[in-house]
């Protein structure tokens, strides 16, 4: 049988990493909207006319090529994280 203690420090580790991570997830939205809001601004004052939406539209495909295989490796990183925590889980049960 676990030691009573051990298992209250636990559960307050689980609650403090939950607590961290649902701020941090806060944060990250607040950012993300905030970032959403002044793009939109910025679109609808630079795209008046046809040649600026024409230009914005090669900017942006070409930034997205540029960014795809960064964002490709962070999002397999993550999933790279994930199966380890839910190994890690599997291993302890």
Do not use: W
């Amino acid at each position: 049988m676990l030691d009573s203690a051990f298992e209250v420090r636990e559960v307050q580790s689980f609650h403090q990493i939950l607590l961290l991570t649902v701020q941090q997830m806060k944060t990250l939205h607040a950012t993300l909207g905030a970032l959403m809001a002044d793009v939109a601004a910025i679109r609808r004052t630079l795209l008046h006319d046809a040649e600026n939406v024409a230009r914005y539209r090669e900017n942006l495909i070409s930034t997205m090529e540029t960014a795809k295989p960064l964002v490709d490796e962070a999002m397999q990183s993550y999933e790279e994280t994930i199966r380890q925590i839910e190994e890690s889980e599997e291993l302890r049960n």
